[in-house]
Structure formats: structure tokens, C-alpha cells
């Protein structure tokens, strides 16, 4: 999917309608009132969670169509924060808004309504929302909003947006807003400060006049460089004239003005009543422990091996049921009508056992999938996660990466594509960079799908172990990748911890379920698409063959798809493929494109090489009993689950085939096909190559989208190459006894190998390096 | 005048005034727009460690690392400061 194309649907679905905008800090609860707002009505452009990119969704106000913009947080519109803040930055003010709404936090209200003040000055109509009312009464502070509203020229809505509260006053104030726009007063600059203003403005480059505005106060504030020599000439006269005038820099009477107005709204709007000091208590202790230097580490795995654990085994209660009853109607039930209908048998199978085969292998992983997301809505809205990043920080910076990595990091186990988006929350562009390239190595819930049905097969007995290991190799070879090339290609150090940690706080449903909706719209649309397309592509490649008259329909053992995997043997044969298994081979390909459908295709094609008479069961389906059968799972498993809960992975599943096979979504026939193709020791080289070898498609576009051609083209080669050296190191060194000649021999070349990758990423990064330091060196003697 | 003290050397629940933010412009903007500035009123409510500190201001609460912490100067205020 292109982002572009997006882009478009996005201006044409809201051309024309008033646009509103939400704009505060972060953790102020924009996400929450943008649900609250818009509902449904949202066009998920990218995965929810950390917002990162605006997003847009409508809703009606007064009978008319209105456009919701939510932006990530964002501290200043003069600068500092990664690009997430920069998103929202030049969108407040470049967008077509017609009405900023600004949330801010009750609890914190003073530092909230800095950027207040900085956004009257863009002299944007207006709506304030103070946010969290309950938050501030629980630390003995009540809201004055008429008071609040009376000194800042503005309408003012108290909220506790979480639960729904004050929603109709805020519609009301919307509503007049739109009607008569509201401009308040922003803190006066005093003449001085005015004047200095003026005379940049007249000098800065022809943009919108906000943008200048902004522009001139950031240079008066210190927190940009001047363009030229020229300007900087001014810019010093300038700040020379104010300091003779007022005997204090431009810049101390620019924030010392700003920051007291923010004190003296805040002190207006504030008054205290009793203090508790409860929530307080409970925060000190709950941190002490989250906190700690020795329990903040094992109580962040242990969090995250719960949710794993209450995703995997309660995905399974619901696993069976739609797996069976989307098999029931989608291949079976749509194979009888079409059959019905008198089509050709060729067009039947290819939309009931392609496309229909392909989209019920989607449809089974939605419950799996599904509470993965669910739980990392909970984490994330509880407050949790930065408090984990800070536990992980001095971890994480030993080996060059900053602490609040962790946060997409964890978000990558459900996927990596908002695992890589979300790493635009990092500062600095070095941690950044590393962040992203580290992701697709985060183990995605698409790669489980492929490691239970080998695990079925080979690991019977200790099933979990061996995926646990998966996972865990594959966070190791995130942090050692990040080591190696923090060491080497991108030098430097992480930019120091800073973060705020959100109060605690009970999650709500409504922002949980809504969230992990969405989540899951997106998941199962894209995956199915590609699902679906390829179910076609694999009906088409293995029927087709080249002969020697040309290009021909054969049986599958002489088509296309075997010809070119088979051509392709000898490069993985020293991870342990043999000749005849081509079929893994194609399932490799395939799986570029998603990992879901490594399986899918395995599935496809061992079904073909031994094919049953699919057409028998489309003519006389028994879709009452299927359906019937597969509801009848869900109290079954329901029990399963709750007497395997001493067995936290739910992976003592795998000594029964039957349930295995079911939640791999493999039918027997392919488990067979695998047991002959595969050894224990060459599936789990297998396995390891489908962990560490190409991101999927849609990775792929999130990298070069977030770092660029050359760092995507990087990845996937390093991916790629260090999965099939992995693979390789695994099965020779297992059957070294066997042939120590070649075995040593592959060994000691992909060791070499792995040394000539590390002699060349140092060697770029002294390049880069040196590259770098003259334009240094440039600007020093600018400056 | 007193020598120098920063939030390193403060000790957990201890309170604060921010006397002065030192480095350059980043880090000064950095600290600015989460509300350290001089004059702010601060209480360490986690550390400080080798990790950096916790530290409650106004509001909030602010996870810093040491290299963070280390730069951020502060004079001594005994007792609790009313507000945080």
C-alpha cells in the first residue's frame, strides 16, 4: 500500500469541510478525545499507538460534516523533540486549520499552558480543553474554567475525556467556534520585543506569515541558527538594541514573559481543596518497584512474557472456531455455489482454494493476533511503558541505543511496521536510524504462524522452548545489531534519558477496544490482500511449466514455480535443503512479499504434489455440521485453557498434533509433506532463516519511508545474508560429524565472511565520519 | 557562596530550586519545554543512581538520565516545597 495513494483518499474524503485540530503535549489525551470525537469514523492511514502522524477522521456538528485532525504531541512550536513533534509543529502552523483545539493537562496545568501562549500567537481561533479535571482534584486541585476562560479570551471546557465527561459542553463550544471564531489574547511582548520582531519578520524568506512570526522568535530566542552572514549581522544589532533598552537578552524577556503568564493563568485557574495525597502514595510505591535497579528489569520481561502468554494460549480458545467456520464458508460453502452455478472447475479452485484458502489462513490468526494488540493497548495506556524504558535505559545504552527503544521494540512483537514508525518518538537521528534497522528482527506475531507448524512436526516434546528461543534469538540479534553497528557504521552515543512518565492509570474499554480494533482492521485487510492475491499467483505458477514446446500447463512437479525454485536449491542447500524440497524454497519467496504466507504456500503446494479431490467435497458440503463443529471448539478449548494454565505458553499443545496442526492452519497432509522433506535439525536452521531473512513487504516500505533507500537496500541485505549465514553455522555445525571437510569449510566462510561485513561497516563509518567533519569544520568558521 | 550542587548530589525525597540549566542550546530547550528552567521548584521522587533520577516538577513526573542530571544545578531547599 502507497502512502501517496493514501494521502489522496485522505484530501478527497475531507476537501472542503472545516478542519479542526487537536494540539497539546504529549500524554495530554489528544488520542482519547479524537476517539471520543470522531468514533469510527476514522481513516486509519497508520496504526494507532504511539501517534506519530496526524491522523484524520469526521464527525457532525450541528448537522454539518466537520474534518478531525489529531497530531502527536508536541512540547513547543518553537523546536526540540524527534520528528513526531516536528509532524505536528508544521502542521499547526502551515495546515489549513480552521480551529485548533487545545487539550491541556489539568494536573500539570502551568507547563501545558506555555504552549498555550504559543499558540495564541499564531492567532488561530481557538477552543481550550482542560483535560484530566479528575486528575487535578485527586491531588487537591479544582478547574475555575469561567475565570480561566474570562483571562484568556477563550472558550474553556473541562473534561475527563477518558470517561465522556464534559463531551456535550465541548460540542457546544465547537459548534459556536465554528460559527464565531474565538481569538484570544496571547501574552503581550512588550514594545521592544515587538519591534525586533518586525524587522526580522521584513527579512526572513516569503513563507506564511506564522511560519515568520515563529521563525523571528525562534531566532530572538536563540533556539535557531541565522541563514546567512547577513542576517546574522542584524540579529545581532538586534538583540544589542533590546539588551540596551531593557538591560535583559531578548531571549530571558521573551520566556521570562511567557512563562509568567503561564504561572499567573495557572494560579488563576487553580485553587486548592483538600489533598489526599492518596494517588500520590500509590504512584511513590508502584514506581519504587517498577523502578528499581534490581526488580525494574525482571518485572518488565515478566510483564511482557504475560501477555505472550495470555495472547497465545486465549488466542487459542477462539483459534479452532475461525479457522473452521471461515474454512466452512469461504472455501467450502463458496466452492458448492460456484459449483452450483456451473463454472469451470479450473476457476472454482482457483476462488475457493486460493483465494478462499488464503483468506481463511488470515481469518484464523485473528484471535492470536488480536489480543496481542488488546494487551498492547492495556500497556500502553497505562503508563507503564515509559516507566519500563527508563528501567531498560542504562541496558540498552551500553550498547548504544537509547532506553525508550523499548517502546517500539515491544510494539514490534505484534508487527514491525509501527514498530519502525514508531521509533520517530527517539531524538536524536543516530538512535533513531539504529532503532528502525533493529526491528524487523522483533519476532511479529506472522513468523509464530510458521514456527508452530514445524514445531508440530520436529519439537513435539519441547515445542515452547524451541519457539521461545526464536524470540529471544531474535531480540538478541536486534540489540547485537544495534551493538555492531552503533561500533562501527553509525558512531556516537545515545542522547541522554529524557521522558516523561505518564500518571498511572486504569486503562479505559472504550480507547482499549477501539484501539486494538483498528489495529486488527488493518492487519487483516493488508494481510488479507496479499493473502488473497497470492493464493491466485500460486494457483497459476504451479499449473504452467516451460517444455520444449513452449510454455505449457503441466503438473506441478515441471511448473514455473518448481523450475525456478529448484534452480534456486543449491544457494540454501548448506542450511539443509535438499533437491526435492523445493516447495520450502518457494515458501521463502513467497514470504518476502508476507510472512504470513510461508505456510500458506507450503500448505498450497504439498496439497498440489498430493492432491485430493477438492471438487468431491465442494459438491456435497456438510457447511450446517462444519459450522456446528467449529463453534463446538470454543467450549473445548475454553477448558483446555484453563487447565493448561500452569502451562504459561500454551505450547504443551504441540504434543497434540490434531490441535497444532489446527492452529498453524496446515493440514496434515503439508505436516506430512514437511516430516519427509525436513530434519529436526535442518527445520530449525529453516526456522532461523524465516526469523532473521527479509522483512515482509510492508516493512520494507516503512524502512525506506523512515530512513531511505540506502538504509532499506542495507537491511534487507544484511537480513538476508545474516540469516543464511545463521542457518548455515546451525546445520553444519549439527552435522559436522558427518562430512568435518565441507562443514569446516562453510564454517570458517561465513565467519569470514561476518569479519569482512564488520572491516567494511567500520570503514564506512571512518568515511562517513570524515565526510562529516568538514562541513563541521564549515560551519565553525561561519559562526 | 556555596559550591556547586546538582541533582546528583541531591538525596531521594530531597527538594529543590533549579538554579541554573547548563550546556548548549539543545539541552537547554530540551529541559525548557519539560519545565526546568531556572527558579523551578523540584523533588526527586526516584534515585538518583547511576541511571539519572526521577523528579517530580509541578505535575509531573520526568525520567533524566545521569548525563542529564549532572547539569542541572540546584540550591538545597529544606522541607517539602508546598505544590509538588
Not at chain 1, 150 to 170: D, Q
Request: glycine share 12%; with cysteine; aromatic share 8%.
Amino acid at each position: 500500500m502507497s502512502a501517496c495513494h493514501e494521502e489522496n483518499q485522505k484530501t478527497q474524503a475531507t476537501a472542503g469541510l472545516p478542519i479542526i485540530a487537536l494540539a497539546g503535549n504529549p500524554n495530554c489525551g489528544k488520542t482519547t478525545l479524537f476517539n471520543l470525537l470522531t468514533g469510527t469514523h476514522q481513516q486509519v492511514g497508520n496504526w494507532p499507538g504511539v501517534t506519530v502522524e496526524r491522523r484524520s477522521g469526521s464527525m457532525s456538528l450541528d448537522g454539518r460534516k466537520v474534518s478531525v485532525v489529531d497530531l502527536p504531541g508536541v512540547y513547543s512550536l518553537l523546536g526540540g523533540g524527534g520528528e513526531d513533534q516536528a509532524v505536528a509543529r508544521d502542521y499547526l502552523l502551515d495546515g489549513p486549520v480552521d480551529l485548533i483545539v487545545n487539550i491541556v493537562d489539568a494536573s500539570n496545568l502551568e507547563r501545558h499552558l506555555t504552549l498555550t501562549a504559543e499558540l495564541l500567537e499564531t492567532g488561530r481561533p481557538m477552543v481550550l480543553v482542560v483535560n484530566m479535571v479528575d486528575e487535578a482534584e485527586a491531588q487537591g486541585l479544582g478547574v475555575l474554567t469561567t475565570e480561566l476562560s474570562a483571562a484568556l479570551g477563550l472558550p474553556v471546557v473541562s473534561m475527563v475525556a477518558r470517561r465522556g465527561k464534559g463531551r456535550g459542553n465541548l460540542l457546544d463550544s465547537l459548534t459556536q467556534a465554528l460559527r464565531q471564531a474565538p481569538h484570544g489574547t496571547p501574552p503581550p511582548h512588550g514594545l521592544l520585543i515587538e519591534r525586533a520582531l518586525g524587522v526580522l519578520t521584513a527579512l526572513l524568506p516569503d513563507s506564511n506569515p506564522v511560519r515568520r512570526r515563529f521563525d523571528a522568535l525562534r531566532l530572538l530566542e536563540g533556539s535557531a541558527e541565522p541563514a546567512d552572514s547577513g542576517m546574522e549581522h542584524t540579529l545581532r544589532q538586534i538583540i544589542a538594541e533590546v539588551e540596551d533598552g531593557s538591560a535583559e537578552t531578548p531571549a530571558d524577556l521573551i520566556m521570562d514573559q511567557r512563562f509568567g503568564w503561564a504561572q499567573e493563568m495557572a494560579a488563576t485557574a487553580l485553587h486548592r481543596n483538600g489533598y489526599t495525597g492518596m494517588r500520590q502514595r500509590i504512584t511513590d510505591l508502584l514506581d519504587h518497584v517498577v523502578l528499581n535497579d534490581w526488580f525494574g528489569i525482571p518485572v518488565f520481561l515478566l510483564v511482557l512474557y504475560l501477555i505472550f502468554v495470555v495472547s497465545f494460549s486465549g488466542g487459542n480458545i477462539f483459534l479452532d472456531f475461525f479457522d473452521q467456520a471461515s474454512a466452512a464458508l469461504l472455501i467450502h460453502g463458496v466452492g458448492h455455489v460456484l459449483l452450483e452455478t456451473g463454472l469451470p472447475t479450473w476457476l472454482i479452485a482457483l476462488v475457493a482454494g486460493g483465494v478462499g484458502g488464503g483468506l481463511n489462513l488470515v481469518i484464523s490468526f485473528i484471535p492470536p493476533v488480536g489480543l496481542t494488540f488488546v494487551f498492547l493497548a492495556l500497556l500502553d495506556d497505562s503508563g507503564y511503558m515509559a516507566r519500563a524504558a527508563y528501567a531498560m535505559d542504562r541496558l540498552m545504552r551500553r550498547l548504544g541505543l537509547p532506553g525508550n527503544a523499548l517502546v517500539p521494540m515491544v510494539i514490534g512483537f505484534g508487527c514491525n511496521v509501527p514498530a519502525i514508525m514508531g521509533s520517530r518518538i527517539i531524538e536524536d537521528p543516530r538512535g533513531r536510524i539504529l532503532t528502525v534497522l533493529i526491528q524487523p528482527f522483533m519476532s511479529c506475531s506472522a513468523r509464530l504462524t510458521i514456527y508452530m507448524a514445524f514445531a508440530v512436526v520436529f519439537f513435539r516434546s519441547n515445542g515452547g522452548q524451541v519457539v521461545f528461543a526464536l524470540y529471544v534469538l531474535g531480540i538478541i540479534v536486534a540489540l547485537l545489531t544495534a551493538w555492531l553497528l552503533g561500533k562501527t557504521a553509525l558512531r556516537g552515543e545515545a542522547l541522554p534519558f529524557v521522558m516523561e512518565l505518564p500518571p498511572y492509570r486504569l486503562p479505559g474499554i472504550r480507547s482499549v477496544v477501539l484501539q486494538s480494533w483498528q489495529r486488527l482492521k488493518v492487519f487483516t485487510f493488508r494481510v488479507g490482500r496479499v493473502i488473497a492475491v497470492i493464493g491466485v499467483v500460486l494457483f497459476i505458477l504451479p499449473g504452467i511449466g516451460w517444455t520444449d514446446h513452449g510454455l505449457r500447463s503441466t503438473d506441478i512437479d515441471h511448473s514455473l514455480l518448481a523450475q525456478g525454485s529448484r534452480a534456486l536449491v543449491p544457494i540454501f542447500a548448506p542450511m539443509g535443503i535438499q533437491q526435492g524440497n523445493w516447495p520450502a524454497i518457494s515458501g521463502l519467496i513467497a514470504g518476502a512479499a508476507a510472512k504470513e504466507i510461508v505456510i500458506g504456500t507450503l500448505n498450497g503446494v504439498y496439497q498440489r504434489q498430493n492432491a485430493a479431490d477438492l471438487m468431491a467435497t465442494y459438491r456435497d458440503p456438510d457447511i450446517a455440521g462444519q459450522l456446528w463443529g467449529a463453534l463446538k471448539t470454543i467450549p473445548t478449548n475454553t477448558i483446555t485453557f484453563i487447565t493448561t494454565l500452569d502451562d504459561p505458553l500454551g505450547l504443551s499443545a504441540m504434543e497434540s498434533t490434531a490441535s497444532t496442526q489446527q492452529a498453524s492452519g496446515a493440514e496434515s497432509v503439508t505436516l506430512q509433506a514437511i516430516a519427509t522433506s525436513f530434519t529436526a535439525l535442518s527445520a530449525f536452521a529453516y526456522l532461523v532463516f524465516v526469523l532473521l531473512y527479509v522483512p515482509c513487504a510492508s516493512t520494507m516500505g516503512a524502512l525506506r519511508r523512515e530512513v531511505g533507500w540506502g538504509w532499506m537496500i542495507f537491511s534487507l541485505l544484511y537480513g538476508s545474508s545474516l540469516a543464511w549465514g545463521a542457518s548455515t553455522l546451525i546445520y553444519q555445525t549439527g552435522t559436522f560429524a558427518k562430512h568435518p571437510g565441507s562443514s569446516g569449510a562453510w564454517i570458517i566462510g561465513v565467519l569470514a565472511s561476518f569479519a569482512l561485513l564488520v572491516i567494511g561497516l567500520r570503514l564506512y563509518g571512518q568515511r562517513a565520519a570524515t565526510l562529516a567533519k568538514p562541513s563541521l569544520n564549515q560551519k565553525a568558521a561561519s559562526a | 557562596m556555596n559550591p556547586s550542587l546538582f541533582v546528583g548530589d541531591l538525596k531521594l525525597g530531597d527538594s529543590a530550586r533549579v538554579r541554573d540549566v547548563l550546556g548548549g542550546r539543545g539541552m537547554q530547550q530540551r529541559m525548557r519545554m519539560l519545565g526546568i528552567r531556572r527558579g523551578t521548584d523540584i523533588r526527586v521522587v526516584h534515585g538518583p543512581g547511576k541511571r539519572g533520577a526521577v523528579l517530580q516538577v509541578g505535575g509531573a513526573r520526568l525520567a533524566l538520565g545521569w548525563g542529564v542530571i549532572q547539569r542541572i544545578e540546584v540550591e538545597f531547599c529544606r522541607g517539602p516545597i508546598p505544590g509538588i
